[in-house]
């Protein structure tokens, strides 16, 4: 029954107005900013792990032909 009472007298001074729009675009771009990041390093991870693997390839370094022995 306080609970009650307490909620009716936040809602009579105006303490909950419901969800900002703004804050709400504003929260979803920063989350999908910081999520395209992540993808966009892990991006850039792979493409660096491909070219050390060609550039070990043409240096004869590494061969992906099995030997025989």
């Known amino acids: ?4 009472v307490l909620v009716l007298q936040v809602r009579k001074m105006g303490g909950h ?11 979803g771009m920063s989350i999908g ?9 892990h991006h850039w ?7 050390e ?5 043409e240096r004869g370094d590494i061969s992906v032909v099995v030997e025989d022995e």
Do not use: C
């Open 53 to 57: 693997f060609y550039n070990l390839l």
């Open 1 to 4: 029954m306080v609970e009650v």
């Open 17 to 27: 107005k419901g969800p900002s729009i703004i804050k709400e675009i504003i929260y």
């Open 33 to 41: 900013l910081a999520a395209g990041l992540l993808w966009k390093m």
């Open 45 to 51: 991870n792979n493409q660096k792990r491909t070219k």
